[in-house]
């Protein structure tokens, strides 16, 4: 997947992407035995996968774990004022010219209620 054009992604986006690189594969070794080793398991798609689609699940699947109970969205940290913006327009519906606001100091204002991770090669927040 190319993260650099990407704004916003759910975690259901997260998740396909994760079943495109590797879901057979992880059918198959999983294959209902949750007893194999997360090394093993892990040399196994290491073996099977290009390093960079390796590099790639891995990624995701830490985030898609860590996140699994919040299942949020993540939005892009260069693209996040610009979130922002959208977010208070959507809540206000405001004229432009009534809207005189600092958007860098509030984006980083609501940052507070996000939490920060990396993947793709780039930052992203999401709500937790």
Do not use: C, H
Request: avoid cysteine; aromatic fraction near 14%; charge should be negative.
């Amino acid at each position: 997947m190319n993260y650099s054009r990407q704004t916003v992604l759910s975690w259901e986006d997260l998740e396909a992407r994760m079943l495109e690189l590797g879901g057979a594969l992880i059918d198959e070794i999983d294959n209902g035995d949750e007893d194999i080793p997360t090394e093993v398991r892990t040399n196994m798609l290491r073996a099977a996968l290009s390093p960079e689609d390796f590099e790639e699940f891995m990624e995701l699947e830490r985030v898609v774990e860590d996140t699994r109970e919040q299942e949020p969205y993540f939005v892009a940290d260069s693209y996040f004022e610009e979130y922002t913006k959208e977010q208070v327009d959507d809540m206000y519906r405001l004229p432009p010219s009534w809207v005189v606001i600092d958007w860098e100091a509030t984006a980083k204002n609501l940052q507070v209620d996000y939490a920060y991770v990396e993947f793709g090669g780039k930052g992203w927040w999401y709500r937790e």
